[in-house]
């Protein structure tokens, strides 16, 4: 059972701060982060790559879960790298001061605008999708007399996501170069030919999906992508010393779910790795892992306050909130489990059955359908929880709702991190 953060007023807290007064100061719909969450789970996977793999390796934040700039602040203070996946999260990790060189750009289409930007910003490593890719941006590089640092990304050939997950060979996907068609080879051999001079390959990417609880699909795929290096050891003589395994590591976000220490994951990832290399004589790679939901999800709380309250005698009782699927478009696209409660009555029994609905002209437009909660009243605060991954960073103006402000909170004190949304704001690009 999920233990709430309770005061003695009774109301819900994040990080020692009350959050009815919180929305009453800041208004609604906010969302809250937890600094210390961020930072903890930061240091968890930091202190789980030097326990179980000699710190030879570092951790990236896949910055697309949750962009802005004070969040690429905390993690550079904390010593990690960034995941960035457009020239505009390259761009706000930069007004961050983040340092390009801990940066990582991804991508499965990377425009050749994004590509220079990135170039001229000394981006510390491109992870390169397609070969056409490679081509541009082995050319843009020439024009800047640079040689950028590039991993391939490859498919694995693992889905991680069916009940059992499995090795599938190819899987049906967009991004990267598939292994078991031999496109993976033939663009290595074609990274060391010399054909590409503003290209430097260094190692190899893989990422086998998201909010996966099993360890047995990252082992698997580590193992792979070993074999994969190990092989183009073998033909060409040349050791890609990097491998990037990827994030997708999975969260609590109700009972149902239980995911594993991060530990854990790494401890047994790190001995596939090791073995495999003592086995082969092959050295052991620096690697790189990108955990975004995982650093910043937990850390989050969106609160909405209750507007209507809607019993439909036989049905079901609508709770509408003022926000919904512009903030929080996770149920509206992927059926997404939350847990949820009246912040204001945090120690109450949950004892209603309820439908959580937004504001949005869109029947779909749900957070939770049939959840219990304690009873709702008009003018209550609702708090969603572990909403601190790709809820802001998904959020839209549909019906021209303005976004939300956040807030980040330490040792129960509060501060702005990103302002809500102005009239001025959704009509500043208006001609
Ligand atoms: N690295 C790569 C290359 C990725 O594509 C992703 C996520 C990550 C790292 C971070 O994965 P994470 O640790 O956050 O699971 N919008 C979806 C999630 C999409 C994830 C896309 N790629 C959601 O709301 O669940």
Redesign the pocket.
Same mark, same amino acid.
């Given at each position: 059972m999920q233990e709430y953060e309770i005061n003695q007023k009774g109301n819900f807290c994040v990080g020692g701060a009350d959050v009815t007064e919180l929305a009453q100061r800041y208004g609604t719909p906010l969302y809250v982060y937890d600094e210390n969450v961020v930072r903890g789970s930061i240091r968890a996977f930091k202190k789980s790559m030097e326990d179980n793999y000699d710190g030879n390796g570092m951790v990236l934040y =896949?910055s697309? =879960?949750f962009s802005c700039k004070e969040i690429y602040r905390i993690a550079q203070s904390e010593g990690i790298g960034a995941?960035v996946v457009s020239a505009g999260e390259l761009y706000t990790a930069l007004s961050a001061g983040f340092s390009p060189e801990n940066i990582f750009f #991804?991508g499965n289409n990377k425009t050749q605008e994004e590509i220079e930007f990135a170039v001229k910003n000394n981006v510390g490593c491109f992870v390169v999708d397609n070969i056409f890719e490679l081509k541009s941006l082995s050319r843009i590089a020439e024009q800047y007399n640079k040689r950028v640092r590039i991993m391939f990304r490859i498919k694995p050939g693992i889905d991680a996501h069916t009940h059992d997950f499995v090795r599938t060979g190819q899987i049906d996907s967009k991004f990267g170069f598939a292994l078991e068609t031999g496109e993976a080879k033939q663009a290595v051999l074609q990274a060391l030919s010399g054909e590409y001079p503003g290209i430097e390959l260094i190692g190899l990417h893989c #990422?086998i999906g998201?909010?996966i609880f099993d360890v047995d699909p990252f082992c698997l795929a580590a193992e792979v992508m070993l074999d994969f290096m190990i092989e183009m050891k073998k033909e060409t003589g040349v050791t890609l010393g990097e491998l990037n395994l990827?994030?997708?590591?999975g969260i609590r976000y109700t009972d149902d779910d239980s995911p594993r220490p991060y530990g854990e994951y790494m401890g047994s990832v790190s001995k596939v790795i090791k073995n495999k290399c003592l086995e082969c004589g092959f050295p052991t790679p620096k690697i790189y892992i990108?955990?975004? $939901?995982?650093i910043i999800a937990q850390a989050g709380t969106t609160l909405y306050k209750v507007g209507a309250v809607k019993n439909i005698p036989n049905v079901r009782t609508y709770v509408s909130i003022d926000g919904g699927m512009v903030d929080n478009p $996770?149920y509206i696209l +992927?059926g997404?489990k939350y847990d949820l409660l009246i912040a204001n009555k945090a120690s109450q029994q949950k004892s209603d059955i309820v439908t959580v609905a937004g504001k949005c002209c869109e029947s779909g437009d749900l957070i939770q359908e049939n959840v219990k909660l304690q009873p709702v009243e008009v003018g209550d605060i609702l708090a969603v929880l572990a909403t601190g =991954? +790709?809820n802001y960073s998904?959020a839209s103006n549909y019906n021209r709702i303005c976004r939300p402000a956040a807030v980040m909170v330490k040792d129960g004190q509060a501060r702005v991190i990103i302002k809500r949304e102005s009239f001025e704001d959704l009509v500043r690009n208006d001609v």
């Amino acid at each position: 059972m999920q233990e709430y953060e309770i005061n003695q007023k009774g109301n819900f807290c994040v990080g020692g701060a009350d959050v009815t007064e919180l929305a009453q100061r800041y208004g609604t719909p906010l969302y809250v982060y937890d600094e210390n969450v961020v930072r903890g789970s930061i240091r968890a996977f930091k202190k789980s790559m030097e326990d179980n793999y000699d710190g030879n390796g570092m951790v990236l934040y =896949a910055s697309k =879960a949750f962009s802005c700039k004070e969040i690429y602040r905390i993690a550079q203070s904390e010593g990690i790298g960034a995941d960035v996946v457009s020239a505009g999260e390259l761009y706000t990790a930069l007004s961050a001061g983040f340092s390009p060189e801990n940066i990582f750009f #991804h991508g499965n289409n990377k425009t050749q605008e994004e590509i220079e930007f990135a170039v001229k910003n000394n981006v510390g490593c491109f992870v390169v999708d397609n070969i056409f890719e490679l081509k541009s941006l082995s050319r843009i590089a020439e024009q800047y007399n640079k040689r950028v640092r590039i991993m391939f990304r490859i498919k694995p050939g693992i889905d991680a996501h069916t009940h059992d997950f499995v090795r599938t060979g190819q899987i049906d996907s967009k991004f990267g170069f598939a292994l078991e068609t031999g496109e993976a080879k033939q663009a290595v051999l074609q990274a060391l030919s010399g054909e590409y001079p503003g290209i430097e390959l260094i190692g190899l990417h893989c #990422h086998i999906g998201s909010q996966i609880f099993d360890v047995d699909p990252f082992c698997l795929a580590a193992e792979v992508m070993l074999d994969f290096m190990i092989e183009m050891k073998k033909e060409t003589g040349v050791t890609l010393g990097e491998l990037n395994l990827g994030g997708g590591f999975g969260i609590r976000y109700t009972d149902d779910d239980s995911p594993r220490p991060y530990g854990e994951y790494m401890g047994s990832v790190s001995k596939v790795i090791k073995n495999k290399c003592l086995e082969c004589g092959f050295p052991t790679p620096k690697i790189y892992i990108e955990p975004g $939901r995982s650093i910043i999800a937990q850390a989050g709380t969106t609160l909405y306050k209750v507007g209507a309250v809607k019993n439909i005698p036989n049905v079901r009782t609508y709770v509408s909130i003022d926000g919904g699927m512009v903030d929080n478009p $996770r149920y509206i696209l +992927y059926g997404s489990k939350y847990d949820l409660l009246i912040a204001n009555k945090a120690s109450q029994q949950k004892s209603d059955i309820v439908t959580v609905a937004g504001k949005c002209c869109e029947s779909g437009d749900l957070i939770q359908e049939n959840v219990k909660l304690q009873p709702v009243e008009v003018g209550d605060i609702l708090a969603v929880l572990a909403t601190g =991954a +790709y809820n802001y960073s998904m959020a839209s103006n549909y019906n021209r709702i303005c976004r939300p402000a956040a807030v980040m909170v330490k040792d129960g004190q509060a501060r702005v991190i990103i302002k809500r949304e102005s009239f001025e704001d959704l009509v500043r690009n208006d001609v």
